[in-house]
């Protein structure tokens, strides 16, 4: 196929890249995604749960469900997509990885400089008067009392992770925007574009004519705008597309 022999010629000349990634890539590695086998938890939807409605309504419930998704993330271990994706940035000089996920794997395998542009589950912000500079680091710990507190005002903390209905950061949209007005080629792995802020992104890039490439084993609302489409796994996918440039020795 052409425009893969391109994606690969891209990668080769080192020309600014960005990756954008979902939940699948990390269902490889035991986390389920919200869409799909393993999507329901005691009968509830993700979209159900993820809101600030439904945390103003039961923050319990809601902590609960967070508490079974950190144990997985903390068990989980970064996979081959992870790991091709940390070196592609530890390599390629115009880089950015874009990540949807919240579980921290992509930080575990390497990555230094990516926007976790919907947050992350070990992070959580004070709801009260400590306002925005009550984020703060939450390690799993098992049995940890929930709701948990912020330990400097007493107000509930709350999940620091952007909820369905909720705004996105600005400053990090800003970063993603301008990686992607200047890429060539961006690489979306494992993402439905349900949510559609992996469209949005990728499209920026397609406007100017950048390559993209979808990976998926299931046609998803990011092929509509692929030049390229990987019907796979991120996890066998990418280590086969990264070395075909890395590896070369040109
Ligand atoms: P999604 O659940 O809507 O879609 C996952 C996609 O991954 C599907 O299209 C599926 O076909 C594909 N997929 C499954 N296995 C794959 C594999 N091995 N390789 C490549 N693709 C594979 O997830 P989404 O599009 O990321 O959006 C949903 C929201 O879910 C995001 O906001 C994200 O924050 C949140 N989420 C995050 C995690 C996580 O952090 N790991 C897990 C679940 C949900």
């Known amino acids: 196929m052409v425009e893969l022999q391109t994606a ?34 005691r009968n509830y939807r993700a979209e159900d749960l993820a809101t600030p409605a439904a945390f103003a309504r039961n923050p319990q419930l809601v902590w609960e469900w967070y508490e079974m998704r950190r144990k997985i993330c903390a068990a989980a271990e970064p996979g081959a997509a992870h790991r091709t994706i940390a070196d592609m ?14 579980d921290g794997l992509h930080g575990r395998a390497g990555n230094r400089s990516h926007i976790e542009i919907h947050g992350n589950i070990f992070r959580a912000r004070c709801t009260g008067a400590c306002g925005s500079r ?43 925007t301008a ?36 990976i998926n084993p299931v046609a998803s609302a990011v092929s509509e705008l692929a030049d390229v489409i990987i019907a796979g796994k ?15 020795g040109e």
């Open 8 to 41: 690969i010629e891209l990668l080769k000349a080192q020309a600014p890249t960005v990756v954008i990634t979902g939940a699948g890539v990390s269902n490889e590695s035991g986390v389920p995604t919200f869409r799909g086998a393993g999507g329901l938890w």
């Open 234 to 248: 991120a996890g066998e996918a990418l280590p086969e597309l990264w070395p075909a440039a890395a590896g070369s």
């Open 179 to 214: 990686a992607l007005e200047r890429a060539r080629l961006v690489i979306v792995a494992g993402t439905s574009g349900v949510v559609p802020i992996p469209v949005h992104l990728a499209s920026i890039a397609a406007a100017r004519g950048a390559i993209i490439v979808d």
């Open 89 to 102: 940035e530890r390599r390629l000089p115009e880089f950015l990885l874009i990540t949807q996920n919240v």
């Open 134 to 176: 009550g984020r703060r680091a939450l390690p799993y710990t098992p049995a940890m009392p929930l709701p948990p507190h912020c330990p400097e005002c007493g107000a509930m903390l709350r999940p620091d992770i952007v909820w369905f209905g909720e705004s996105y950061d600005p400053a990090l949209l800003g970063r993603c």
